[in-house]
């Protein structure tokens, strides 16, 4: 079962360093990949791998997150497949990962109901949504501060052995989805470094091995 969930930080400023670091971190990847260009080969990928996790945990719903301290923002999120952006206390995620830290990169619930820490959440009790089973794995970036999830859930329980078993089928998906963002971060600044005089690096491919991570899950 999730452990408590922890509440989202007051609006405004940061309150407290690692919050402040892990912002900067968040704003420092934008422009996020575009899943409505055609053109964006990453969002073609990410949008291949979260549906690949919809699938490994057979769940109604799957979305890749990016978490700030104001919004959640679904760069994708099947079976719609467009970018939503809502507050940050309106997701379960961000106090799904606020719960993460060290070795401990995916949650779940077989019943949110029966979760102390989510039966009261309103993604739960029926005001903004009926979440039962629900699963996660954090997305983080070079040294390690959070930048979102990879997430899946449905409006039916799932058995209580299962959950753990089918949140661990995340994290070789989101793995992958984490070398694709810092891949991508890389090329942006070594773009930069071009545009400047006397300076220059080539691009770092984004592209997986052809087996991609989360195969032997399915």
Do not use: K
Not at 128 to 156: D, Q
């Amino acid at each position: 079962m999730i452990p408590a969930e922890a509440g989202p930080p007051p609006s405004g400023r940061p309150s407290t360093t690692s919050e402040r670091l892990r912002q900067i971190q968040v704003d420092s990847f934008e422009p996020w990949p575009d899943i409505s260009d055609p053109a964006d080969e990453d969002a073609r990928l990410l949008h291949l791998l979260v549906e690949r996790a919809r699938a490994a945990t057979r769940a109604q719903f799957a979305a890749l997150n990016i978490i700030n301290r104001e919004v959640q923002r679904s760069l994708i999120e099947l079976p719609w497949g467009q970018a939503t952006t809502i507050p940050r206390d309106h997701g379960i995620c961000a106090g799904i990962l606020c719960t993460m830290s060290g070795r401990q990169r995916t949650f779940a619930t077989a019943d949110a109901r029966l979760d102390p820490g989510l039966r009261l959440h309103p993604q739960v009790t029926g005001e903004l949504g009926e979440v039962r089973f629900y699963a996660a794995a954090a997305i983080r970036e070079t040294h390690g501060l959070s930048l979102g999830t990879l997430c899946a859930w449905s409006t039916t329980p799932v058995a209580f052995s299962q959950a753990e078993r089918l949140a661990r089928a995340l994290r070789p998906l989101a793995d992958t989805i984490e070398g694709v963002l810092g891949a991508r971060r890389i090329n942006r600044r070594a773009a930069g470094a071009r545009n400047r005089p006397g300076r220059g690096s080539g691009p770092v491919s984004t592209r997986p091995s052809p087996t991609l991570a989360g195969d032997a899950a399915l």
